[in-house]
């Protein structure tokens, strides 16, 4: 499998660190409000990837972080008149709300800045000691760049271009305006820890790297989050983390690209932004997930009504092909598979082979999901021309097709409850079909209508008439 590096800049063959086995750090939310649909696409991304490696048989340790205490959190709850905890705990509940409906599956672990203080005091302590952060007297302290002759290695840019635009703001005691702040001094009102240098809290960055060290080990395998991350947050984590630790942080860096609305950036602070929770309630949360698999996760990807429409309709289809095969195998005569059908079945392979080589190839979701619409059509296909087609081929190509969109996490949902109307529904199809025997054309035709009027939908096939909901 090859991934592209944003360290290297190409795409490099995953060699893990311990074979069979991958450790992976994914940025998670600031958690003061709900999440909008561009801070989805790279909990969506890592959560394939992660589900991908699972496929091909690796064991994985996925942490995702929560920042809870910040300066947006902080004002969040002064705008409530509440404490930062209140906040961070209703929000935290709310991104799984949204998560689980995209399909995000928890990670190993998703720790909290807050839960982590002594893993943070720690490294900040170790980055003092080897001269790489000090103390300013009013009780902040700061990384001091200049200490680490690779910085800007990730942006690949020289420290000397990234200084141009440096400022010391007020109130900021830096020795250098491209020092950052590991440690934030106290301020009245707000909260804070002990530590040894003073009182206060952490700066953004540094929490990362005490989760990492923490929880999965000095070195990993996979970092990731999004493109905007790169500079400053993904640079200064590695410089905290290398310089405090004296070894490489992470193998590979991946990187998703950004989520436009009329082509610019989507972002909270533009205010030209989709809550996850309002998209979903219009197009489905699966939806969501649907249009953000359906380009390559590097690409930008552009926010609007048309795709998530296109993309309905795409995914639609899909639960569509999986009914229509569950209808079949239920309906389906007993016995062995053909010796034409094993034939066709080892055909089918080929879709499979051509999913793995998409994924294989730095996630290409695109067409590992035109390898399953491929599927799909060559399925419905062989079925349309074989109403005799066994239990034992259709429940065959049934598990394929679901492994394959398994793996996306998409068209696995089931209704949560059986249909309320289900008994109805049966007797009106049993009705109808004895009006047709009978030759009762127009009683047939007002059945029909009385189903759709209930927001059913018939199909009339050689092994019955299948019914959905519109």
Known sequence: MKLFNTLTRQKDEFVPITPGEVKMYSCGPTVYNFFHVGNARPFIVFDLLRRYFEYRGYKVEFVQNFTDIDDKVIAKANEEGVTYDVIADRYIKEYYVDAEGLGIRRATLHPRATETMDAIIGIIQKLIDKGHAYAAPNGDVYFRTKSDPEYGKLCHQPLEDLQAGARISVGEQKEDPMDFAVWKAAKPGEP????????????????????????????????????????????NEIAQSECANGCTFANYWVHNGFLTIDNEKMSKSKGNFFMVREAAQAFGYETIRMFMLSAHYRTPLNY???????????LERLYEARNNMEFRISKAPDGGM??????????????????????????????????????????????????????????????????????LGIAQRREE??????????????????????????????????????GVTIKDTRQGTQWSRA
């Open 338 to 407: 053909s010796a034409e059908e094993a034939e066709k079945l080892a055909a089918l392979g080929a879709y499979k082979q051509k999913f793995i080589d998409a994924m294989d190839d730095d996630l290409n979701t695109a067409d590992a999901l035109s390898a399953i619409f491929e599927l799909t059509r060559e399925v419905n296909g062989y079925m349309a021309a074989h109403q005799d087609a066994t239990a034992a081929f259709l429940t065959a190509a049934h598990a394929l097709f679901m492994e394959l969109t398994g793996v």
């Open 192 to 235: 804070s820890w002990d530590a040894p240098w003073g009182k206060g809290r952490p700066g953004w960055h540094i929490e990362c790297s005490a989760m990492v060290n923490k929880y999965l080990g000095q070195t990993i395998d996979i970092h990731g989050g999004g493109l905007d991350l790169t500079f400053p947050h993904h640079e």
């Open 304 to 314: 609007s009504e048309e795709s998530l429409r296109m993309n309905k309709a795409s």
């Open 417 to 454: 409850a059986a249909d309320p109307d289900a008994e109805k529904i049966e007797a009106l199809i049993a009705q109808r079909a004895v009006a047709k025997k009978n030759k009762d054309f127009a009683e047939a035709d007002r059945i029909r209508g009385e189903l759709a009027g209930m």
